[in-house]
């Protein structure tokens, strides 16, 4: 005779008296503020270091440009090694982007699955990357250039409309991102995860 916790013949124990276990909380459904932002949180990121990979593509020739002019023709050893230097210091800050992106999308999964923390990280990244964008935008949206530039050159057209064009996605994508994450229902999923 078996004993009621025991499992007959050396079976595996009846599923009825797996009950004993205290019931997990269940987070309320996700709302669609949450679903959104978490597309946000996802997309955004990838949209905008694929826009810089282009802004770097299109402003290394004028970059380029403004080094040989500011240096002269018969510099062109330090025009090679600036312009080493200059492809280095995008390739650093294209790296950064990437982690960035990475991190972003990390914590919006943690964000998506109703942890408060996560929205309060990427509150915070949200706030920095709007200032940011509002920062570019505030600059004709060449936050890429700093100084006077030579005489006769200009940045060309695209560069500038590049650069508006990220400031500006960059903005809109930030503040629906804080508005979502912070919306009645949204406020409540999360209420309902820091008690689960």
């Given at each position: 005779?078996?004993?009621?916790?025991?499992?007959?013949?050396?079976?595996?124990?009846?599923?009825?008296?797996w009950g004993d276990q205290p019931p997990q909380p269940e987070l309320p459904p996700r709302p669609v503020t949450v679903r959104i932002a978490f597309w946000i949180a996802v997309l955004a990121p990838v949209l905008s270091t694929a826009l810089?990979?282009?802004?770097?593509?299109?402003t290394r020739g004028f970059a380029e440009q403004v080094l040989a002019a500011a240096l002269g023709p018969q510099r062109q050893e330090d025009v090679r090694f600036a312009?080493?230097?200059l492809a280095f210091g995008f390739g650093?800050?294209?790296f950064v982007l990437v982690v960035?992106?990475?991190?972003?999308?990390?914590?919006?999964?943690?964000?998506?699955?109703?942890?408060g923390w996560a929205r309060?990280?990427?509150?915070?990244?949200?706030?920095?990357w709007a200032l940011a964008a509002v920062?570019?935008?505030?600059?004709?949206?060449?936050s890429w250039t700093a100084g006077e530039l030579p005489p006769g050159l200009a940045p060309p057209a695209e560069l500038t409309a590049l650069g508006y064009g990220q400031n500006a996605f960059a903005l809109v994508a930030m503040v629906a991102f804080?508005?979502?994450?912070?919306?009645?229902?949204?406020?409540?999923?999360?209420?309902?995860?820091?008690?689960g």
């Open positions: 005779m078996t004993t009621p916790h025991e499992p007959p013949h050396g079976g595996l124990p009846d599923p009825q008296q810089y990979a282009v802004t770097f593509a299109r312009s080493a230097a650093a800050v294209a960035l992106s990475v991190l972003w999308i990390a914590f919006g999964f943690r964000l998506r699955a109703g942890r309060v990280v990427l509150t915070v990244f949200a706030a920095i920062s570019g935008l505030v600059n004709g949206g060449q804080l508005v979502l994450v912070h919306a009645r229902s949204a406020q409540r999923f999360f209420a309902a995860g820091a008690r």
